[in-house]
């Protein structure tokens, strides 16, 4: 798993409230992904980092925000959680120059 | 948009066979493909990475790429059993998205015993 845990590994909530999912790397990697995963859609980049305080969107960044204040933590918010944010929500790190990504466990979150 | 399309599936194929998985990508500027094996429940695993065009080996994992074509393949050999799990296709975006990939929607292959 490449030293790549996640938090919390499950969640349920309620639309409306305000979730953070945590990724945290224990070995420096500069370029951090969130991706979700969805059937019949595969795997879609929603925010990825490439430094602290470097972020950029990707694919479906809508309703979702990112913050990285240190290395090692790569911190997804849905602001204002919908039932269209029911997921799974995996973290990965990029390695050297062709960018070898390497997932964490994944975290489900079920919105109602 | 940058599209990468996967063989439909299921894939079904006998333990010992070769299973072939195909992908195509839409980027002619990519650069690096990978191929990504994922167990029901799981995350995905990286299991094979290819950068120029030809056949790159790996035990009895073969990968194939042909830029002209805009194709790349997985090959397994005698294929067992723990084959069985979803293969995804992931290709390293070109110029201003070359940190991100983007990732076809998978195939899964059973392994029949």
């Known amino acids: 798993d490449a030293g790549i845990t996640q938090s919390p590994r499950h969640k349920v909530t309620e639309t409306g409230t305000p979730v953070t999912l945590r990724c945290h790397q224990t070995?420096?990697?500069?370029?951090m992904y969130w991706y979700r995963q969805d059937p019949g859609h595969g795997l879609r980049l929603i925010h990825y980092?490439?430094?602290?305080?470097?972020?950029d969107k990707g694919e479906v960044s809508d309703g979702y925000s990112v913050s990285r204040s240190k290395t090692e933590d790569f911190l997804l918010t849905l602001e204002s959680a919908t039932s269209s944010q029911t997921s799974v929500y995996f973290c990965?790190?990029?390695?050297?120059?062709?960018?070898?990504?390497?997932f964490g466990p994944g975290t489900r979150l079920t919105v109602l | 948009q940058k599209e990468v399309e996967q063989n439909s599936g299921p894939l079904s194929v006998p333990e010992g066979a070769i299973a072939s998985l195909n992908c195509t990508y839409s980027?002619?500027?990519?650069?690096?493909f990978f191929w990504y094996r994922q167990y029901s429940g799981k995350s995905p695993e990286l299991i094979m990475s290819?950068?120029?065009?030809g056949d790159k080996e790996d035990g009895r994992f073969t990968a194939q790429l042909n830029k002209a074509s805009q194709y790349v393949s997985l090959l397994i050999r005698d294929s067992q059993p723990s084959d069985s799990a979803t293969y995804l296709c992931?290709?390293?975006?070109?110029?201003?998205?070359?940190?991100?990939?983007?990732f076809g929607s998978g195939t899964q292959l059973t392994v029949l015993p």
């Open positions: 990965a790190i990029g390695l050297g120059v062709e960018n070898e990504q390497f």
């Open positions: 070995e420096n990697h500069r370029y």
């Open positions: 980092s490439y430094g602290v305080k470097d972020t």
């Open positions: 980027d002619r500027g990519s650069q690096s």
């Open positions: 290819i950068y120029s065009n």
């Open positions: 992931a290709v390293l975006g070109s110029s201003g998205s070359a940190r991100q990939l983007t």
